[in-house]
């Protein structure tokens, strides 16, 4: 029978949970100049590395999930309201 090697994981580790459809919409309610400051503002915390364009893609939504995580705010993410309060820190 198979048996992985001490120490290694038998399976990938779980991806990173990323934001749901709540902070897409909340991220797409804003301005494209609004969307394009949350993005350099994500890219100055080194979370963001594509193009500044205001789009919501898997950049974005990556960065995003790894800002809110890393201030404790990612359980906003489930939420228009919580995902309007994390984007409200990165403008202010």
Same mark, same amino acid.
């Given at each position: 029978?198979?048996a992985p090697?001490?120490?290694?994981?038998?399976y990938p580790?779980?991806?990173a949970?990323?934001?749901?459809?709540?902070?897409e &919409?909340?991220?797409? &309610?804003? &301005?494209?100049? !609004? /969307?394009?400051?949350?993005? /350099?503002?994500?890219?100055?915390? #080194?979370?963001?590395?594509g193009a500044?364009?205001?789009?919501? #893609?898997?950049?974005?939504e !990556?960065?995003?999930a790894?800002?809110?995580?890393?201030? #404790?705010?990612?359980s906003?993410?489930a939420t228009s309201? #919580?995902a309007f309060?994390?984007?409200?820190?990165?403008?202010a």
């Amino acid at each position: 029978a198979y048996a992985p090697a001490p120490g290694a994981q038998p399976y990938p580790a779980a991806p990173a949970a990323t934001p749901g459809a709540a902070a897409e &919409s909340a991220f797409e &309610s804003y &301005s494209t100049a !609004s /969307r394009m400051a949350i993005q /350099r503002e994500l890219a100055a915390f #080194g979370y963001y590395h594509g193009a500044i364009d205001g789009i919501w #893609g898997p950049q974005t939504e !990556s960065a995003v999930a790894l800002y809110a995580r890393a201030t #404790g705010t990612a359980s906003l993410l489930a939420t228009s309201a #919580g995902a309007f309060q994390v984007y409200e820190r990165l403008l202010a």
